[in-house]
């Protein structure tokens, strides 16, 4: 996941490890060699179009809805079929009103219709206060879930980890996300969910709660999942 800073010139970009509290209590019961964060790319103003989130203090919102609202403008005296003239002028009172196009509550259609512009508030704007920034785990793990990503984890004894997924990807999908070869061979999911996990004390004791539930394929991935993908070699 790529999140862009804008108007924050205090931050370190690159790779950037985000600590979940909910792992910790998972390793909590298996003490493992290790614990492995997911992992966010934080990159600068030049990366705002390629970016699955923008992170900005809330008073520099302004100039990217105006750069937003230059453009549309800028593309509305040149359209010519009235279908899209219609829709860039929606998109223009979205922006004249202040709002972020992502806030908008476009129908899907539309949303369809927004790939072949290069606007910037189609994506999820995380805007904080400066004082939160003192704070920027906490900061970025509110844009990794407002960006539309959630984690599962897997739990063992070489390695306790979170695994970055988008919000309603499925089981097939997660377990791409570990590996190819764990997909190509998917045979099941086993999934215990986080608070089943946590109040049983562990995967043992939660097996014999009966809170393992085998999922197939299309099972779609809740946040904190436990996850172990049984798969042919």
């Known amino acids: 996941m790529k999140i862009s800073a804008y108007g924050i010139s205090d931050v370190k970009l690159g790779k950037v490890n985000v600590k979940d509290g909910r792992l910790d209590e998972v390793d909590k019961f298996v003490k493992a060699k290790k614990r492995t964060y997911i992992q966010v790319d934080l990159a600068g103003e030049d990366a705002l179009l ?15 809805i105006l750069r937003d609202l230059e453009f549309v403008e800028t593309r509305l005296s ?3 079929e009235e279908q899209e003239k219609q829709f860039l002028n929606k998109l223009k009172g979205i922006l004249e009103k202040e709002e972020f196009i992502s806030r908008a509550g476009l129908a899907k259609e539309e949303k369809d219709l927004l790939v072949k512009y290069s606007l910037i508030t189609t994506r999820p704007v995380i ?7 003192l704070d920027m785990n906490a900061v970025l793990l509110k844009a990794v879930k407002e960006g539309g990503y959630i984690s599962f984890f897997t739990a063992g004894e070489k390695d306790t980890r979170a695994w970055l997924i988008r919000n309603g990807s499925t089981a097939w ?3 791409g996300a570990i590996h190819s070869d764990i997909q190509k061979g998917f045979i099941r999911a086993e999934i215990i969910a986080f608070d089943d996990f946590i109040s049983a004390g562990g995967e043992t004791a939660a097996k014999q709660a009966g809170k393992l539930r085998l999922e197939q394929k299309d099972y ?3 946040d904190t999942d436990l996850a172990n993908f049984r798969f042919n070699k």
Do not use: F, N, P, Y
């Open 50 to 64: 390629e970016s699955d989130a923008i992170l900005l203090t809330k008073d520099s919102g302004a100039d990217l």
């Open 127 to 133: 805007a904080v206060e400066k004082d939160e920034l």
């Open 78 to 80: 040149r359209a010519t």
């Open 220 to 222: 779609v991935m809740k």
């Open 173 to 175: 999908e997660a377990a």
